[in-house]
């Protein structure tokens, strides 16, 4: 179970990293561009170096599920934190 956790975790972290990414690409947001690339390929290291299968049904919901509430909660996110920054 701990690794579905871990698997969960990962996928959230990589979904809404890509969500914000891409983001940051059209608007050419280019440092930011470069930190969530940098954090994309440290997680997919992690993911594929250390969890290299799927060995059970809680694993391969928790890639489905942690990509999809990653991507939600990177709009959410990135919606925040430039918020944010416009009303400073």
Do not use: E
Not at 3 to 19: E, K, R, S
Not at 35 to 63: C, E, H, M, R
């Amino acid at each position: 179970m701990i690794i579905a956790l871990l698997i969960f975790l990962a996928t959230f972290a990589i979904a809404a990293a890509v969500n914000m990414q891409s983001r940051n690409a059209v608007l050419g947001h280019y440092f930011s561009l470069f930190i969530t690339s940098v954090f994309i390929g440290t997680i997919n290291l992690f993911l594929f170096k250390t969890i290299p299968t799927v060995d059970s049904n809680w694993q391969g919901l928790a890639y489905i599920l942690g990509g999809a509430f990653g991507a939600v909660c990177g709009v959410i996110l990135y919606k925040r934190i430039h918020t944010k920054r416009k009303s400073v």
